[in-house]
Structures are given as C-alpha cells and as structure tokens.
C-alpha cells in the first residue's frame, strides 16, 4: 500500500516560473551549469548546483551550500517565492510534440493527437515506504552524491528537487486524475526553452483525503530519476520525499550510452577481434545504421568508423538482471576486455543520455577524450517489463542503466521540513 500525503510548499510567482525552472542539477557539468546560469540568471540552477558559480571553491564545501541557503533565503524575502498557506497535492503535466509517422503507448488526456502527454501527482511519499520497500530502486548511490545532496537539504532545509517515480497504470488513478484536471486550475503553464510545454494544477484541499485513499490501492512505486534525492530525504525527514508520480504507460526510457576514454592498451583490429567472440561485429557506413533498434543490437564507434554489433543470443542469461543489455556490455565487454571494473568510480567512463542521440554521443566523446583515442557504445532501451522486474526482485541494475525524458524541472515548488 502507498502512503503519499499533500505539502505545504513555496510556490515560484508564476509570471517568473519560466525563468526559474530548471532541468535536474546532475545532469549539468559544473561547466554546463554555468553556461546555463548565465544564458538564464533566475535559473534554479543558482541553487541546485551553486558550485557552478562559484568556480574557485570545492564544489563539496561547506561554503557552497551555505551559499545556496543565502539566495534561497534572498529568493524568499524578495517575493519570488510565496508561501502556500494550503497544504495540498498537485498535478504536473509536460507534452511535446510525436515525430512523424511515431507511435507511443497511451497518451493521457491529450489536446492533441500529435502531442505526447505525460501526467503526474505531486506529492510527499512516506519515507517509511522507501525504508519498507514499497519505493523500489534499480540503482545503487553513489556515498559523495549522496552526502551532497544530504548537505544540501540540511543547508536549505528544504526539498527542492522533485524525484521522478513511476508506477504500474490503474484506471482509478487515471479516472481521479481526469477528474482533478476537469475541476481545478493551472498554477503554471510555460514552454521551456527545449520546447517542452510544463502545466501544473494547484489540487483544492478537499481533495487531499480522496487522493490519498486512491492511491493507496497501488501496491509500489518505483524510483526512475533521482534515487540520491529520494536516499536524501529519507535521511533527514521521516515525513517524506518529494516526488512526481507518472503511471509507468506514459513514460519513455530512452537507452543511457557509454563512452570510454581509450581502448586499454588494445589496438582497434585486437578489440573488434575479441568482440567478435560473442557478437557478430559488421562495420557499416553511418550512425543510422548503427543505431540499435531492437534488444541485443549495439552501437560502437571505434577509431573514427561505425560498427554494428549483434549478440549471440545463445549466450543470454535466462536470469532478467543479467540478461539486460547494458549487464552484458559491462559484464562481457567493458569489464573484461576494457578494464572498467566498477563503472561507478572509475574515470575512464561516461554516460550520456539517449536523448542526445549518436550525433551527441560524439559531441561528447570529443569532450572526453581530446586525443581522439577513445570509443563509444549505444545501447538499446531498457523495457519497462524488466525494469520492473529487477526492481520487483530487490536487485539493481547497472549504473546508468536508464534514461527517462523530458525530465521534470525543479524549482518551481518547495517542500520546507
């Protein structure tokens, strides 16, 4: 049984919301944070990741949080924040534009059949269901990630990220959300700069005994973006975590992909030569046809040309966890022939996202490796099957293993402790 309850919260004024929203601080370098900051100064960013403006100090240390209390604070006094004096739920929606001819999962509530839409609850998840295992995980924290984003609740005492969970669709949950949309009104509604349009409903009080019931008939939810965030919060406020709670049939996981800075001391011809074991390796002419469009196909660019790489299906594990794509790369591949033994502390590996695409995916293997001498895997998605079934079975999966776009942005709400 979930346990979610309403807020009291700090509410951005909505003719400024568009210029304090800001997508999540981890998915910035210090540098790309700063670029952002400045080409938007109200941005939340400011707060979120205050180290990128202040280049010459730690971004651990203590001054950098005191820091970021101080223009929070500052935020507060001078009005760009109100207080709610209600505490409630909300609703928050994003929609973007299909591509031609694409086909999605069901679409909740959209004006229009060529927009995706995306709906979501906002609200405070018990952190006894993230202690209990009703909040399921499918990845592991990092211990300096989570001391920073510990050090920045305590400093601002204040939630001010949201934490993107899912869960399995259920009519009722749709059905109350229908309804909430039909009988309240947008606190804000703005296109964000990458063109994803952000809509979110202030819920009547009233309101908050019927959802909370709702959605105690769900059984789990599951934590897809922000699992230092949610760790965070549990450490510090037995009341709950911030969350946005999207039914798992209008998410999108794209593939999280792998750049490597060198080949370990292997020529090019040697590592394809060792590949050739477990995939059937085909060198073609462009990303296009590199690009992986079904489970077990891989992307790799190696020595400034494309490959396409099938796995032996044959050499599949039938367990779910072991059997992912991105289990296979790291245990037949980056770990045994690379040398990337644990992916999480090791500085010879970067994740990008799949929104990106493979013309980003080099963009950022260039940044990574100057000399040209790295390489880059794309992955096909992790399924939504599996992703539950790992986290269903306490497990976890690789690091980095899913990518979930749009992403929410932060800053626009504020959960005080």
């Not at 309240?184 to 009233?206: E, V």
């Not at 049939?249 to 794209?254: F, P």
């Not at 010879?348 to 990106?356: D, E, F, M, Q, Y």
Request: charged share 20%; with cysteine; net charge negative.
């Amino acid at each position: 049984m979930v346990r979610i309850s309403p807020f009291y919260n700090y509410q951005v004024k909505p003719e400024m919301a568009s210029a304090v929203a800001a997508l999540p601080y981890d998915i910035y370098t210090l540098q790309e944070a700063a670029q952002e900051i400045i080409r938007q100064p109200l941005s939340f960013l400011r707060i979120d990741r205050t180290a990128a403006i202040l280049p010459e100090v730690d971004e651990y240390a203590d001054l950098v949080y005191d820091q970021a209390k101080k223009l929070l604070q500052e935020d507060i006094q001078s009005g760009l924040y109100q207080a709610d004096q209600d505490c409630r739920f909300f609703l928050y929606r994003m929609q973007w534009p299909k591509t031609a001819g694409e086909t999605v999962p069901n679409d909740s509530f959209p004006e229009d059949l060529n927009q995706h839409s995306q709906l979501g609850l906002v609200a405070a998840v018990a952190s006894a269901d993230y202690q209990d295992g009703t909040v399921r995980l499918h990845e592991q924290t990092h211990p300096v990630k989570l001391a920073d984003r510990i050090a920045h609740i305590k400093a601002l005492n204040a939630q001010t990220g949201p934490v993107l969970m899912t869960h399995r669709p259920n009519p009722e949950v749709q059905a109350l959300h229908s309804y909430l949309l039909q009988n309240n009104s947008a606190l804000y509604d703005f296109y964000a700069p990458d063109g994803i349009r952000h809509t979110i409903w202030a819920i009547d009080k009233q309101m908050n005994h019927q959802i909370q019931e709702t959605y105690q008939i769900l059984d789990a939810l599951y934590i897809a973006d922000g699992h230092h965030r949610a760790e965070a919060a549990t450490k510090i406020d037995d009341q709950g975590i911030l969350a946005i709670l999207f039914p798992a049939d209008t998410l999108h996981i794209q593939a999280y992909n792998r750049i490597i800075k060198d080949t370990h001391e292997m020529s090019p011809d040697q590592l394809l030569a060792q590949l050739a074991r477990s995939f059937n390796v085909r060198k073609v002419q462009s990303a296009a046809q590199a690009e992986p469009r079904q489970r077990g196909q891989f992307g790799l660019y190696l020595a400034g040309d494309w490959y396409q790489l099938v796995f032996d299906e044959q050499l599949r594990p039938a367990d779910t966890l072991a059997g992912l794509d991105v289990s296979i790369l790291q245990n037949q591949v980056l770990q045994p022939l690379l040398g990337i033994d644990d992916p999480r502390s090791s500085d010879r590996i970067a994740n990008v996202g799949g929104s990106l695409g493979l013309s980003g995916l080099l963009e950022q293997l260039q940044h990574f490796t100057p000399a040209n001498n790295g390489l880059a895997f794309a992955l096909y998605p992790v399924q939504f099957d599996d992703f539950f079934k790992v986290a269903d079975s306490r497990r976890l999966m690789p690091p980095k293993s899913t990518w979930f776009a749009p992403k929410p942005r932060s800053g626009m709400l504020i959960r005080p402790l």
